[in-house]
C-alpha cells in the first residue's frame, strides 16, 4: 500500500516562501491525479491544487491561484508545492493524495504564517 510523506513546512512570515515535499512509498504514483490539501484548526480539509500525470493542466485553488506552483517528479514519485507570497490564511496542516484519494492520509506537515 502506498504510503504518503510530506515535508518542508515550518513558520515562515507573511509574504515568505516555502517548498512543501510529498514523497511516495511502498509503491508508485502512477498515473494518478495528485493533489494537496490543507486543513486549518476548526476547519475542514480544503483543496489546494492538482497535476496531471503528465505534470500537465495544474489546478489551483482560487485562494492560492497565482502564488502556490504545484509539479510532480514520476522518476522520484514525489509531488512538490512551492508557495509564495504567504498569507496567514495559509496556516494549516498540508497534505497530499491522489484525487480521488487511494492512500492512508500521511501526518501532513504545517505551515504557519506569521503576520
Known amino acids: 500500500q502506498v504510503q504518503l510523506v510530506e515535508s518542508g513546512g515550518g513558520l515562515v512570515q507573511a509574504g515568505g516562501s516555502l517548498t512543501l515535499s510529498c514523497a511516495a512509498s511502498?509503491?508508485?504514483?502512477?498515473?494518478?491525479?495528485m493533489g494537496w490539501f490543507r486543513q486549518a484548526p476548526g476547519k475542514e480539509r480544503e483543496f489546494v491544487a492538482s497535476?496531471?500525470?503528465?505534470?500537465?493542466?495544474?489546478y489551483y485553488a482560487d485562494s492560492v491561484k497565482g502564488r502556490f506552483t504545484i509539479s510532480r517528479d514520476n522518476a522520484k514519485n514525489t509531488v512538490s508545492l512551492q508557495m509564495n507570497s504567504l498569507k496567514p490564511d495559509d496556516t494549516a496542516f498540508y497534505y497530499c493524495n491522489s484525487i480521488p484519494p487511494r492512500a492512508a492520509w500521511g501526518q501532513g506537515t504545517q505551515v504557519t504564517v506569521s503576520s
Open positions: 497535476v496531471r500525470w503528465s505534470g500537465g493542466s495544474p
Open positions: 511502498g509503491g508508485t504514483l502512477g498515473s494518478y491525479v
